[in-house]
């Protein structure tokens, strides 16, 4: 038995087939198999059922994995716990929605380089539900993402801040009435795969508000552009970091009633990279509290020191 053979073990519980976990260990799908072989051998245990056409984990081979997984945290914590390392190091690598990769995210990766210089930080984007999938199946550490409907067993939630959702328009737009508004214009969707363009059909639906799709698009730039070129509206969030010079659009409230998204990170209870992440979740908590961000005119050594 070897650690390598144990991560395999937890890739597939996972993925749910050999070839992704193959993929996701970066072995062939033929040594994914022979890693499992050889453990049964060793342990004189049935770890998966081969009669299905894809190999499933017997009962023993779902306990198995429970206790692998501890180990496997133990192992990665053994020489940071030993020689006091700080965590602050080596590579983390963190998912980010798009609507965050202008202003929040640049921000906290910016003031944690400047701190912590031999921590490297590789960000993938995706959606939230995308980003969920990468967690679990461990191809990154952490994901900057809107709250799902619900979070997965083995993932805590570190809340960071609450966005308001407002109405986009262009300047010529001259009504103040948010539901004449959408009524009467072609309305420019957030993709409904993402968890905010979810909350905003909730909210149109709850409302009884029926609009007009023109189109449905995945960021909040290429939305706010086509708003700007009278393309039509759009809903979207009141991001807690602001850039100095955004795109001359009129932002209307929706009134008391608007519908609100909850920033967070998420990541898995059994991650050897906590300390990281908790000095993510708390540079991301503070440039949400400062609210803007300039990357020009930043007193970035305020922002480190507060």
Same mark, same amino acid.
């Given at each position: 038995?070897?650690?390598?053979?144990?991560?395999?073990?937890?890739?597939?519980?996972?993925?749910?087939?050999?070839?992704?976990?193959?993929?996701?260990?970066?072995?062939?799908?033929?040594?994914?198999?022979?890693?499992?072989?050889?453990?049964?051998?060793?342990?004189?245990?049935?770890?998966?059922?081969?009669?299905?056409?894809?190999?499933?984990?017997?009962?023993?081979?779902?306990?198995?994995?429970?206790?692998?997984?501890?180990?496997?945290?133990?192992?990665?914590?053994?020489?940071?716990?030993?020689?006091?390392?700080?965590?602050?190091?080596?590579?983390?690598?963190?998912?980010?929605?798009?609507?965050?990769?202008?202003?929040?995210?640049?921000?906290?990766?910016?003031?944690?380089?400047?701190?912590?210089?031999?921590?490297?930080?590789?960000?993938?984007?995706? !959606?939230?539900?995308?980003?969920?999938?990468?967690?679990? %199946?461990? +191809?990154?550490?952490?994901? /900057? &993402?809107? $709250?799902?409907?619900?979070?997965?067993?083995?993932?805590?939630?570190?809340?960071?801040?609450?966005?308001?959702?407002?109405?986009?328009?262009?300047?010529?737009?001259?009504?103040?009435?948010?539901?004449?508004?959408?009524?009467?214009?072609?309305?420019?969707?957030?993709?409904?795969?993402?968890?905010?363009?979810?909350?905003?059909?909730?909210?149109?639906?709850?409302?009884?508000?029926?609009?007009?799709?023109?189109?449905?698009?995945?960021?909040?730039?290429?939305?706010?552009?086509?708003?700007?070129?009278?393309?039509?509206?759009?809903?979207?969030?009141?991001?807690?970091?602001?850039?100095?010079?955004?795109?001359?659009?009129?932002?209307?409230?929706?009134?008391?009633?608007?519908?609100?998204?909850? !920033?967070?990170?998420?990541?898995?209870?059994?991650?050897? %990279?906590? +300390?990281?992440?908790?000095? /993510? &979740?708390? $540079?991301?908590?503070?440039?949400?509290?400062?609210?803007?961000?300039?990357?020009?005119?930043?007193?970035?050594?305020?922002?480190?020191?507060?």
């Amino acid at each position: 038995m070897s650690i390598r053979m144990l991560r395999t073990l937890i890739a597939i519980e996972e993925s749910g087939t050999f070839g992704e976990a193959a993929k996701a260990v970066f072995v062939t799908h033929a040594a994914v198999s022979q890693q499992m072989k050889s453990l049964e051998a060793e342990w004189k245990l049935q770890l998966f059922d081969r009669s299905p056409r894809t190999p499933v984990l017997t009962p023993i081979g779902r306990a198995v994995v429970t206790k692998a997984r501890e180990v496997v945290k133990e192992y990665d914590n053994l020489i940071p716990s030993t020689i006091g390392d700080d965590g602050l190091h080596g590579e983390l690598m963190l998912g980010a929605i798009p609507t965050t990769l202008v202003g929040l995210v640049p921000l906290t990766v910016s003031s944690l380089k400047k701190s912590y210089p031999k921590l490297h930080i590789h960000l993938q984007p995706g !959606l939230t539900n995308e980003l969920i999938l990468q967690l679990e %199946r461990g +191809r990154i550490d952490a994901a /900057v &993402v809107s $709250r799902p409907s619900s979070i997965p067993k083995g993932f805590i939630w570190q809340s960071v801040a609450i966005e308001e959702l407002q109405l986009l328009t262009s300047q010529d737009t001259v009504s103040d009435n948010p539901i004449q508004i959408l009524k009467n214009n072609p309305f420019i969707r957030f993709n409904r795969s993402a968890v905010v363009g979810s909350i905003i059909e909730a909210w149109l639906k709850t409302n009884k508000i029926s609009v007009t799709d023109t189109m449905e698009l995945d960021g909040l730039e290429a939305i706010s552009s086509m708003v700007l070129c009278n393309m039509g509206v759009a809903i979207a969030p009141r991001q807690c970091v602001q850039i100095i010079e955004p795109l001359p659009l009129r932002r209307i409230s929706l009134g008391t009633d608007a519908p609100v998204r909850e !920033l967070g990170v998420a990541y898995r209870e059994d991650t050897a %990279r906590e +300390r990281a992440i908790v000095e /993510v &979740v708390a $540079r991301l908590r503070k440039a949400a509290a400062i609210g803007t961000f300039s990357p020009g005119t930043l007193d970035l050594d305020a922002f480190h020191a507060s």
